[in-house]
């Protein structure tokens, strides 16, 4: 077992010095002790008041979600602020938005696992539910937005009565398979990690209705050579596949603008720019998720403060590259001598959504400037703060791209302005019940760490050909 | 699964082998290496994590899995691409700004989906599929000790099936090799192998239930009915209507008891701005006019316009010379229809003194058993037929002086 002894009080492992590798866990974990702080969360015996505030919390925001669709459904989408011209209004907002958010839990399974970050094992489980859940929320939004949902099939190259077939040339169909897919295979992606981990909750069970429950969702694993050899090269190939269909997604979703002629849409440089933000949006929810959780579930030792600052780093760097997206617009618009794509970004910054415009520009653009300070990367509640003002801001930036664009187009007789009603902002609210109803869930039935991928990087976990009774030090 | 005869036989629960526990990956590994020169082939280490480097000392050949991923990878790519060509370009062809029906650009991102699609359901299930899961049941599962497998316990199991496994000298090889503890698996697969017997019922109904709507669904496709198709969402199929002579039509109109609004007073209908009153209704000072309009000269041409019209229109009833006698009319005589009103004879000399406009008034609106004929002729034709009526007057009535002197030997 280890020889030194690191607790996180006494050791920052957050040094910059790259001769010494900093530990990836702190404290006195060893491989049993690991399973005994992860699989200990669902172990619980009784469920602390906390969780049941929170859950009573989201619950009932859910709960309001679900009666304004039933409501939007009964009376049509006219209990919306969508108007013409602004037919794409909210709803799309909040799909793209949430949308966005789970783009860093695939980044952080998959893209970096490719990369050999070790780093990732310690929240990739975590942030991969983050993306389920996004993704459930995103999807909720198109499919209540066509307005005769019950019809919402037709997306579908389903055989028909009417002979009829989707459009496949069209961005939204696009979207429908990308989401679609994005949805399936990051769920796929997350059951299939969780499998050997959801075995360790089945063997350590006590009660008959939990080693029911985790053993048929453990499938019978039990630890194999053979098995692990498969499930190490599929795993490998679904981190492969899902690198670019995380890329590909978000592409997709701004192809919905891109491939539109409306001035401020038409452009190219979207696809990166969409993918940037994702990223930059996806990880800002993780820390804001991550910050609260690791306290309340005593996991300061597995996601660490150098975890964090790895996070804010990437936060820094796609909120710089979503500011140069920012510049770079309003360069083109100059540059292509269009007027009425002149017209737009003038409009955008000082028409009557200038408020929403700078509202954006200063929490995507300026907040995430305050990560070059190590003080406040390295400080969870300031992280915090400036990860909400990031996510406030992506908000903005679909509001923006969405509403200003689609308010004053080419026609000025065509012109008007969008306010939400009620039941956006109920829907906007509700889609975070949900969201957070399925997050505590998780947090307090599912494994949130992936013990069996944590136990792989510790040093004990490898075959030492030589052994002398001498034990390495740890290495990330 | 064997029937057996005895069931204290089956009762028993087999020895399913031995099961060695070892203290650290490093151990597990050289003991794998032993357990592997012995020529043991049934046989399997298990770590709560995959351990690197272990593979050789197991001796496990690398997996085919990637080679069937990528073929479902292929495989998705080329339904992607034939979904796209026969819905879009061959069965349902959509044709949106005149753009190619089949063009691979725009087919490229459900392709790429598709791809990752069936790629990620492959790599799944076969993964699963090749490691015999799920497997519920397994010898293993019968060791308390085994219970540490999937948290920090380094394991090796020799299954009694193995042709080389010995209770003895397989135990002795594995004390050998370093294990901390070696035990005998339980193997009672034959007793436990049966579903128990309310979920074997529970499974057979829900199994021959599930053909009741098959079979539903697979009538209503070779059979019709003379019912409407079920409508799960009504949709548009009630609405809030006026139904002319209805008591009560479940709308209530406007407030002034209307079901649509009036248009704008002064509002002219499209086609309905008559300007020109000689021309579009044939008067002239609020009277019939006696002259065609200046706009259709008296021609050879407009009364030939003029004689084709009358036989498409007049004829079948009027005749083609104009007696009253055409078609229609002799085919009712013929039947001795007590309503027929028989049509006019148009020499009649009432009709002979008609001016030009009432005559075009008459084709407008029509007359008596006539119908009117203003929507179906346009008004420079009804000019041309009223042209026409005047010149066939004419040739029934025309006095001798009136033929050329050199023609009037042959009407003698």
């Given at each position: 077992?280890?020889?030194?002894?690191?607790?996180?009080?006494?050791?920052?492992?957050?040094?910059?010095?790259?001769?010494?590798?900093?530990?990836?866990?702190?404290?006195?974990?060893?491989?049993?002790?690991?399973?005994?702080?992860?699989?200990?969360?669902?172990?619980?015996?009784?469920?602390?008041?906390?969780?049941?505030?929170?859950?009573?919390?989201?619950?009932?925001?859910?709960?309001?979600?679900?009666?304004?669709?039933?409501?939007?459904?009964?009376?049509?989408?006219?209990?919306?602020?969508?108007?013409?011209?602004?037919?794409?209004?909210?709803?799309?907002?909040?799909?793209?938005?949430?949308?966005?958010?789970?783009?860093?839990?695939?980044?952080?399974?998959?893209?970096?696992?490719?990369?050999?970050?070790?780093?990732?094992?310690?929240?990739?489980?975590?942030?991969?539910?983050?993306?389920?859940?996004?993704?459930?929320?995103?999807?909720?939004?198109?499919?209540?937005?066509?307005?005769?949902?019950?019809?919402?099939?037709?997306m579908f190259p389903v055989p028909n009565q009417m002979e009829m077939w989707p459009n496949f040339r069209s961005p939204l169909l696009w979207d429908v398979f990308a989401v679609g897919t994005y949805g399936l295979v990051s769920t796929l992606f997350w059951f299939f990690g969780m499998i050997p981990d959801l075995a360790t909750l089945r063997d350590r069970a006590t009660g008959c209705i939990r080693k029911a429950i985790y053993g048929a969702l453990a499938l019978g694993w039990n630890g194999s050579a053979r098995h692990w050899h498969r499930y190490e090269r599929t795993y490998l190939i679904l981190a492969a596949l899902a690198t670019p269909l995380v890329l590909s997604v978000h592409s997709v979703v701004s192809f919905d603008f891109a491939v539109a002629v409306l001035p401020g849409w038409h452009t190219t440089i979207f696809p990166?720019?969409?993918?940037?933000?994702?990223?930059?949006?996806?990880?800002?929810?993780?820390?804001?998720?991550?910050?609260?959780?690791?306290?309340?579930?005593?996991?300061?030792?597995?996601?660490?403060?150098?975890?964090?600052e790895n996070m804010a780093k990437v936060i820094l760097t796609t909120g710089s590259m979503v500011g140069y997206a920012y510049g770079m617009e309003f360069f083109i618009a100059w540059y292509s001598g269009n007027a009425t794509e002149g017209f737009t970004f003038k409009n955008r910054a000082f028409g009557p959504y200038a408020w929403a415009y700078w509202i954006m520009v200063s929490c995507n653009v300026i907040a995430p400037q305050l990560f070059w300070f190590k003080k406040i990367r390295s400080t969870p509640w300031l992280m915090l703060i400036v990860c909400i003002f990031v996510n406030i801001g992506m908000?903005?930036?679909?509001?923006?791209?969405?509403?200003?664009?689609?308010?004053?187009?080419?026609?000025?007789?065509?012109?008007?302005?969008?306010?939400?009603?009620?039941?956006?902002?109920?829907?906007?609210?509700?889609?975070?019940?949900?969201?957070?109803?399925?997050?505590?869930?998780?947090?307090?039935?599912?494994?949130?760490?992936?013990?069996?991928?944590?136990?792989?990087?510790?040093?004990?976990?490898?075959?030492h050909k030589s052994s002398h009774g001498e034990e390495p030090a740890h290495h990330a | 699964m064997h029937e057996t005869t005895s069931t204290s036989v089956d009762l028993k629960p087999k020895d399913g082998g031995l099961l060695a526990q070892f203290k650290n990956p490093t151990a597990l590994a050289a003991a794998c290496e032993k357990v592997r020169d012995a020529g043991y082939k049934k046989w399997d280490a298990h770590s709560p994590f995959p351990i690197h480097g272990l593979d050789p000392s197991v001796g496990i050949r690398p997996t085919r899995l990637p080679w069937l991923i990528f073929g479902a990878g292929i495989t998705g790519t080329s339904v992607a691409i034939l979904l796209q060509w026969w819905t879009n370009a061959v069965n349902y062809t959509?044709?949106?700004?005149?753009?190619?029906?089949?063009?691979?650009?725009?087919?490229?991102?459900?392709?790429?989906?598709?791809?990752?699609?069936?790629?990620?359901?492959?790599?799944?299930?076969?993964?699963?599929?090749?490691?015999?899961?799920?497997?519920?049941?397994?010898p293993l599962f019968n060791s308390e000790r085994f219970l540490r497998a999937t948290s920090d316990g380094f394991f090796i199991a020799i299954?009694?099936?193995?042709?080389?496994?010995?209770?003895?000298?397989?135990?002795?090889?594995?004390?050998?090799?370093?294990?901390?503890?070696?035990?005998?698996?339980?193997?009672?697969?034959?007793i436990n192998a049966k579903l128990p017997r309310p979920l074997t019922i529970v499974l057979v109904t829900a199994f021959v239930l599930g053909f009741i709507p098959l079979g539903v669904i697979a009538r209503a496709r070779t059979n019709t009915s003379p019912k409407p198709r079920i409508h799960v969402v009504p949709d548009m199929d009630s609405q809030p209507m006026f139904k002319a002579q209805a008591a009560f039509s479940g709308f209530s109109g406007f407030a002034d008891q209307?079901?649509?609004?009036?248009?704008?007073?002064?509002?002219?209908?499209?086609?309905?701005?008559?300007?020109?009153?000689?021309?579009?209704?044939?008067?002239?000072?609020?009277?019939?006019?006696?002259?065609l309009p200046s706009e259709i000269p008296m021609t050879r041409s407009t009364l030939e316009r003029g004689r084709q019209r009358f036989n498409i229109y007049c004829a079948p009833c009027h005749g083609e010379a104009g007696y009253g006698d055409g078609m229609v009319a002799q085919r009712a005589q013929a039947l001795g229809s007590p309503k027929w009103v028989p049509p006019t004879n148009l020499h009649e000399p009432r009709l002979r003194s008609q001016p030009f406009g009432q005559m075009f008034n008459t084709i407008t609106h029509g007359i008596r058993n006539m119908p009117a004929y203003g929507h179906a002729i346009p008004a420079k034709d009804r000019w041309a037929i009223a042209a026409y009526l005047g010149a066939l007057q004419l040739s029934q009535n025309a006095p001798l002086s009136a033929v050329p002197q050199e023609q009037r030997a042959a009407l003698k």
């Amino acid at each position: 077992m280890t020889s030194t002894v690191y607790s996180d009080k006494e050791f920052d492992n957050t040094g910059a010095d790259p001769t010494a590798r900093a530990p990836l866990i702190l404290g006195d974990l060893d491989i049993q002790g690991v399973t005994d702080v992860v699989a200990g969360i669902p172990e619980q015996p009784r469920t602390s008041k906390a969780w049941w505030i929170a859950f009573g919390i989201s619950v009932s925001l859910a709960g309001m979600f679900g009666l304004l669709t039933a409501h939007l459904i009964y009376t049509g989408t006219g209990v919306w602020g969508n108007n013409i011209p602004v037919g794409w209004a909210w709803p799309i907002v909040n799909f793209v938005f949430w949308v966005g958010i789970g783009h860093a839990g695939t980044l952080i399974s998959a893209i970096l696992f490719l990369l050999r970050q070790r780093w990732r094992t310690s929240i990739n489980r975590f942030a991969e539910a983050m993306t389920v859940f996004a993704v459930i929320c995103a999807l909720i939004f198109p499919g209540i937005h066509v307005g005769r949902i019950w019809l919402a099939y037709w997306m579908f190259p389903v055989p028909n009565q009417m002979e009829m077939w989707p459009n496949f040339r069209s961005p939204l169909l696009w979207d429908v398979f990308a989401v679609g897919t994005y949805g399936l295979v990051s769920t796929l992606f997350w059951f299939f990690g969780m499998i050997p981990d959801l075995a360790t909750l089945r063997d350590r069970a006590t009660g008959c209705i939990r080693k029911a429950i985790y053993g048929a969702l453990a499938l019978g694993w039990n630890g194999s050579a053979r098995h692990w050899h498969r499930y190490e090269r599929t795993y490998l190939i679904l981190a492969a596949l899902a690198t670019p269909l995380v890329l590909s997604v978000h592409s997709v979703v701004s192809f919905d603008f891109a491939v539109a002629v409306l001035p401020g849409w038409h452009t190219t440089i979207f696809p990166p720019y969409f993918v940037a933000g994702a990223i930059f949006s996806g990880f800002a929810m993780v820390i804001t998720l991550a910050v609260p959780a690791r306290i309340i579930f005593g996991l300061e030792k597995l996601i660490t403060l150098r975890h964090l600052e790895n996070m804010a780093k990437v936060i820094l760097t796609t909120g710089s590259m979503v500011g140069y997206a920012y510049g770079m617009e309003f360069f083109i618009a100059w540059y292509s001598g269009n007027a009425t794509e002149g017209f737009t970004f003038k409009n955008r910054a000082f028409g009557p959504y200038a408020w929403a415009y700078w509202i954006m520009v200063s929490c995507n653009v300026i907040a995430p400037q305050l990560f070059w300070f190590k003080k406040i990367r390295s400080t969870p509640w300031l992280m915090l703060i400036v990860c909400i003002f990031v996510n406030i801001g992506m908000w903005f930036e679909r509001f923006v791209i969405t509403v200003t664009s689609l308010s004053r187009d080419f026609l000025p007789s065509a012109w008007g302005y969008y306010s939400p009603t009620l039941v956006d902002i109920g829907m906007l609210i509700g889609s975070f019940g949900i969201f957070f109803t399925l997050f505590l869930l998780f947090l307090r039935f599912v494994p949130v760490v992936a013990m069996a991928e944590v136990k792989a990087i510790m040093p004990e976990a490898h075959i030492h050909k030589s052994s002398h009774g001498e034990e390495p030090a740890h290495h990330a | 699964m064997h029937e057996t005869t005895s069931t204290s036989v089956d009762l028993k629960p087999k020895d399913g082998g031995l099961l060695a526990q070892f203290k650290n990956p490093t151990a597990l590994a050289a003991a794998c290496e032993k357990v592997r020169d012995a020529g043991y082939k049934k046989w399997d280490a298990h770590s709560p994590f995959p351990i690197h480097g272990l593979d050789p000392s197991v001796g496990i050949r690398p997996t085919r899995l990637p080679w069937l991923i990528f073929g479902a990878g292929i495989t998705g790519t080329s339904v992607a691409i034939l979904l796209q060509w026969w819905t879009n370009a061959v069965n349902y062809t959509f044709s949106i700004s005149g753009k190619p029906f089949f063009s691979l650009p725009a087919n490229i991102p459900i392709a790429f989906e598709l791809t990752v699609l069936f790629a990620a359901l492959t790599a799944f299930f076969a993964t699963l599929g090749r490691n015999g899961l799920p497997r519920l049941h397994h010898p293993l599962f019968n060791s308390e000790r085994f219970l540490r497998a999937t948290s920090d316990g380094f394991f090796i199991a020799i299954s009694s099936d193995d042709p080389g496994y010995r209770p003895d000298s397989t135990r002795a090889l594995l004390e050998a090799a370093g294990a901390e503890a070696v035990e005998h698996m339980e193997d009672d697969s034959q007793i436990n192998a049966k579903l128990p017997r309310p979920l074997t019922i529970v499974l057979v109904t829900a199994f021959v239930l599930g053909f009741i709507p098959l079979g539903v669904i697979a009538r209503a496709r070779t059979n019709t009915s003379p019912k409407p198709r079920i409508h799960v969402v009504p949709d548009m199929d009630s609405q809030p209507m006026f139904k002319a002579q209805a008591a009560f039509s479940g709308f209530s109109g406007f407030a002034d008891q209307r079901a649509m609004r009036q248009p704008v007073a002064g509002t002219v209908a499209m086609g309905d701005r008559h300007l020109d009153e000689h021309l579009t209704q044939g008067i002239v000072d609020g009277a019939f006019a006696t002259t065609l309009p200046s706009e259709i000269p008296m021609t050879r041409s407009t009364l030939e316009r003029g004689r084709q019209r009358f036989n498409i229109y007049c004829a079948p009833c009027h005749g083609e010379a104009g007696y009253g006698d055409g078609m229609v009319a002799q085919r009712a005589q013929a039947l001795g229809s007590p309503k027929w009103v028989p049509p006019t004879n148009l020499h009649e000399p009432r009709l002979r003194s008609q001016p030009f406009g009432q005559m075009f008034n008459t084709i407008t609106h029509g007359i008596r058993n006539m119908p009117a004929y203003g929507h179906a002729i346009p008004a420079k034709d009804r000019w041309a037929i009223a042209a026409y009526l005047g010149a066939l007057q004419l040739s029934q009535n025309a006095p001798l002086s009136a033929v050329p002197q050199e023609q009037r030997a042959a009407l003698k």
